[in-house]
């Protein structure tokens, strides 16, 4: 490639070189990461269809009765017969894990960090949490529910603090991770302990919390689900409890089937803003 003549420093964009990567006709890494992501996505749709696939020809094979179990091609008839009915409902449960994964998120980011900048609160914070977390979320939904009534709030609690203790792990090991070479450079540029901790430590850690995120967006969907189940009278929840009273299959695999797409939607949505936030991690690759 013939180097630039610093004697002609008037040629037009046309005449100059070239930078080596598009002489060489190769791509960035920024560039072929849409294309990266259209495959992702068709060959998760592909599996996903292979399921149901495989799930309806399970059904036709068995042949079992209506009340013991359908195929997905019953849940989604279900689906297109009421579509007014589904909507509402998967309204009201997406707002209840939207709230309680914000919530979540807020928090569990707040007390990652407290366990990493304080050793008396990682001492004394740290072995209740574990304790907080081994006790059954289902057994706190009806103290959320004594404590915030039978609305909107006791489900979002529900899924906040199910969605809460991945964040607070993740966000502490992340920023226990931190490379001391990194530290190092902060300590000889004599950076304030605030100015560290927002351009060196959350910045390092960003990853580690967006794969905190990732767990916690699909517990919270559950979360949401387990407090319309102890006290609710709308949401994905109330429907699959409504149909397995009437014995209704085709309605509660329908629900199944909104929940997972759900929780997948915004765990996709969750991973794209990692990657948005953290494009250096992907190019590690």
């Known amino acids: 490639m ?48 292979g399921l149901f696939v495989v799930w309806e020809l399970l059904v036709l094979v068995i042949d079992p009765a209506d009340y013991l179990f359908v195929g997905p091609l019953s849940a989604f008839a279900e689906l297109f017969e009421r579509p007014g009915y589904f909507a509402e409902n998967t309204f009201v449960t997406l707002q209840e894990a939207l709230a309680g994964f914000a919530l979540g998120t807020a928090l569990g980011v707040l007390c990652g960090a407290a366990l990493h900048y304080s050793a008396t609160a990682r001492s004394f914070l740290y072995p209740a949490l574990i304790a907080i977390d081994t006790i059954p979320k289902v057994a706190l939904a009806p103290l959320f529910i004594v404590w915030f009534g039978f609305g909107f709030e006791s489900k979002a609690f529900v899924a906040m603090a199910i969605a809460f203790f991945p964040l607070v792990i993740n966000t502490y090991d992340g920023l226990s991770s931190v490379p001391h070479e990194l530290q190092e450079l902060a300590r000889i540029n004599r950076a304030s302990p605030w100015k560290k901790m927002v351009k060196i430590d959350f910045i390092y850690a960003i990853p580690s919390i967006f794969s905190g995120a990732k767990i916690s967006i699909s517990l919270a969907v559950g979360g949401a689900v387990v407090g319309e189940f102890i006290a609710g009278s709308k949401g994905l929840g109330y429907v699959i409890l409504l149909a397995n009273s009437q014995v209704d299959l085709p309605s509660m695999f329908a629900a199944f089937i909104v929940l997972a797409a759900i929780a997948l939607t915004l765990f996709f949505l969750v991973d794209y803003a990692g990657r948005k936030l953290a494009p250096w991690k992907n190019h590690t690759k």
């Open 2 to 49: 013939a180097t630039p003549d610093l004697r002609h420093p008037d040629r037009t964009a046309a005449e100059r070189p070239l930078p080596a990567e598009k002489a060489s006709g190769q791509k960035t890494p920024g560039r072929t990461f849409p294309r990266e992501s259209l495959v992702a996505g068709v060959k998760a749709a592909v599996g996903i269809i």
